[in-house]
Nanobody, 122 residues
Framework: VQLQASGGGLVQAGGSLRLSCAAS????????VGWFRQAPGKEREFVAT????????FYADSVQGRFTMSRDHAKNTAYLQMNSLKPEDTAVYYC????????????????WGQGTLVTVSS
């Protein structure tokens, strides 16, 4: 499956962005999807993940209550709605997919999008 992440940009602190992860070439509804991010000079970190059905979603503590992950099977697309953004949310955001269940470990994902840059100014 191929993944295309989009929706990043520059936003002021307190603002919102919605990232999209469009999938092609596979049965997207059979894949768990995750969002990860990597800030300059830091390791890639888990942000959110959802089951193939989208029925359950889990978030990193740092984004809990501010970010919401969803997916639209008809459009083969997953989303990450980011509200109340903070400067520390600045990073390249990646979506990833894996057959079966959700996971918070990047090493468990087989497919990765190219990343989209989110910059939050103070």
């Amino acid at each position: 499956v191929q993944l295309q992440a989009s929706g990043g940009g520059l936003v002021q602190a307190g603002g919102s962005l919605r990232l999209s992860c469009a999938a092609s070439g596979g049965t997207f509804s059979a894949y768990g999807v995750g969002w990860f991010r990597q800030a300059p000079g830091k390791e890639r970190e888990f942000v959110a993940t959802t089951r193939p059905s989208g029925a359950s979603t889990f978030y990193a503590d740092s984004v809990q209550g501010r970010f919401t992950m969803s997916r639209d099977h008809a459009k083969n697309t997953a989303y990450l709605q980011m509200n109340s953004l903070k400067p520390e949310d600045t990073a390249v955001y990646y979506c990833a997919a894996r057959p079966g269940a959700l996971a918070s470990e990047a090493s468990m994902y087989d497919y990765w999008g190219q990343g989209t840059l989110v910059t939050v100014s103070s």
